[in-house]
């Protein structure tokens, strides 16, 4: 199921009591009209709200050279996979077993991905599924509100339709395995409460929670007659999806994140308390009374049906403050994130149509493609990875929105909006990134062992993602390539050269040598491995023509990333500062 790879490196640091000492303000939307507006709304960290920024550059000369080369580029990006997915192509016939049937104007469609292909097929059950949740919801809302003396001021009347929903859920889509599952869950629940405020919890609970990620992968979620022959009988009935053990890497998270909330909970001085318009962060990072930290909470947490295959990753702290102090999520921000749903998966749905660059990839059909090709089934194939993670991010949100409970945005930028490694990982997988800093990055020292502690978390990370070598390979890359931008913001900071002419331009050639090594990175732990970029490397620096493309491709790359420059300031205008 979609999983993906997020780490920050904040600056802010975190008091006694374990919460962060940052003042954290409400996200304030951009001002209306203006590209800004395609915006994704999220919490953001307004540092200097007065702040005077320079004068707007879109209609200067240098801006408008920019567009014409724009004007040219992208449309030669979208018609070149085009070009190369024709029938009519010499190496269509390589790949064409691997294309289905399609829908749109006659076209086959490249649905060739698994991980995708298992959230296609399924996406009009699993919106199915979401009517019944939420008329379910509807009808025992106004049951037990019904019924209730008063009106409650929280929502946790609702935890035991929760509870139902959730057993009936997962019997239905692991069979019999969910008794394996709370065997689980269960021995992490005792973990965190025999041990309460001792520091063998925290220690305990990650060599337990690890362990038992090595051990599903091992056995491959076990069988029940592994364990005695009598039990041979409960591996009749797997359910719609019986690899339980895929999906929980993600709830591997949500167990760590109950233990460790307790413990720091059973640590702290206690007492605060927030109101409905708490924010993101307060909600996190705020310890509940300890009478919270209970079982049926827990069990509630861990299972939230909406979250629960695929994220987006929420906080204990943050779920059981969402029911003790409600939100409100009007209808219309509801309809409005439906609309983007729908419109990420038309693109979707168009790309797969007309570029069928996950087959070609897969049966590695580039044969006698120029640089400029294969550079382009890279890229694309990197814009399927973002969509097919986006897709299903976006559906169980928008579902957990309907219910009442508002998880982390993940991917609050489009993957070609991005030219710093360190903001790249910030806005990909977002709920995943706050995760990380909390329970791993600021325990680990933060900023004060900034290298080693990037390594130990990316190497952590590719393992809880697949325990193979492209993916480790992939942690150590992304480990080694962190270590040029944060060099750089050292030797050249912005507050000491920010206001000399050449420093905008400088930065911008530093953001192409971060594209290039994200890229790369990338590739080799989602799209085609070591193999696969090795002979990229060898058709990109060991021909003449190769050269020139790398050439035309970085002089092309430092015109975007000068729009990325000049779209952020337009957001800092507009009252959005970002760190991302």
């Known amino acids: 199921m979609p999983k993906d790879i997020v780490v920050d490196m904040p600056t802010d640091m975190r008091n006694q009591e374990g919460h962060f000492s940052t003042f954290d303000l409400d996200y304030t939307p951009p001002k209306p009209g203006g590209i800004t507006s395609l915006t994704v709304d999220i919490p953001a960290l307004s540092r200097i709200p007065n702040e005077t920024r320079p004068p707007p550059r879109w209609k200067t000369p240098e801006f408008i050279f920019y567009y014409v080369v724009a004007l040219f580029v992208i449309p030669l990006m979208v018609w070149i996979p085009i070009h190369l997915s024709s029938p009519s192509h010499p190496n269509y016939l390589y790949y064409r077993h691997r294309l289905s049937p399609g829908w749109m104007f006659g076209r086959e469609v490249d649905n060739s991905d698994t991980q995708y292909r298992s959230f296609r097929n399924n996406i009009l059950s699993l919106s199915f599924l979401v009517l019944i949740f939420i008329t379910l919801k509807y009808i025992y809302t106004r049951s037990a509100l019904r019924s209730a003396l008063s009106i409650p001021s929280d929502k946790l009347y609702l935890i035991p339709f929760f509870l139902v929903f959730s057993v009936l859920y997962l019997t239905g889509l692991h069979g019999t395995s969910v008794f394996k599952i709370v065997i689980i869950l269960t021995a992490n629940y005792w973990i965190a409460k025999t041990s309460k405020g001792s520091r063998m919890g925290p220690l305990l609970t990650w060599v337990f929670n690890v362990l038992i990620l090595f051990a599903n992968e091992t056995h491959g979620g076990y069988r029940y007659a592994s364990f005695h022959p009598s039990l041979e009988v409960l591996d009749a009935f797997q359910g719609i999806y019986p690899r339980w053990h895929i999906s929980f890497n993600i709830t591997m998270l949500r167990l760590v994140s109950f233990n460790m909330d307790y413990y720091w909970a059973y640590n702290s001085r206690g007492g605060e308390s927030l109101s409905s318009t708490s924010t993101e962060k307060q909600r996190a990072n705020t310890p509940l009374p300890l009478e919270d930290y209970t079982y049926r909470n827990y069990i509630t947490y861990v299972l939230y049906p909406p979250l629960y295959i695929a994220g987006p990753i929420l906080t204990f702290n943050n779920f059981m403050w969402q029911l003790r102090r409600p939100i409100d999520i009007p209808i219309r921000v509801q309809c409005h994130y439906l609309v983007r749903f729908l419109v990420s998966l038309l693109t979707m749905e168009s790309i797969l149509h007309y570029m069928y660059v996950v087959a070609i990839k897969d049966m590695k059909a580039w044969q006698g493609y120029t640089p400029l090709e294969l550079s382009m089934i890279g890229f694309w194939n990197l814009i399927v990875v973002w969509l097919k993670l986006l897709l299903p991010w976006r559906f169980f949100r928008l579902w957990s929105l309907a219910s009442g409970i508002d998880p982390p945005e993940n991917m609050v930028r489009c993957m070609v909006n991005n030219y710093s490694t360190l903001g790249f990982w910030r806005s990909w997988h977002r709920s995943y990134n706050l995760w990380i800093v909390r329970y791993i990055y600021i325990p680990l020292g933060g900023t004060e062992n900034v290298a080693l502690t990037t390594a130990l978390i990316f190497t952590f990370v590719a ?41 905008r331009h400088v930065c911008a050639i530093g953001g192409v040598l971060n594209m290039s090594m994200m890229v790369s990175a990338n590739l080799v732990g989602f799209v085609i491995g070591t193999d696969g970029i090795m002979y990229m490397a060898s058709q990109m620096a060991g021909t003449w023509q190769g050269f020139c493309f790398l050439l035309a491709a970085s002089c ?16 800092m205008r507009r009252g959005v500062y970002r760190r991302c």
Do not use: C, N
């Open 463 to 503: 393992l809880w993602h697949d325990l193979s070598f492209r993916l480790l390979a992939w942690g150590w890359l992304v480990s080694f390539f962190i270590l040029p931008e944060l060099l750089a913001r050292y030797l050249l900071p912005h507050t000491k050269y920010g206001q000399f002419s050449w420093y």
């Open 556 to 571: 092309i790359m430092f015109v975007g990333v000068q729009l990325m420059f000049e779209y952020r300031e337009e957001e």
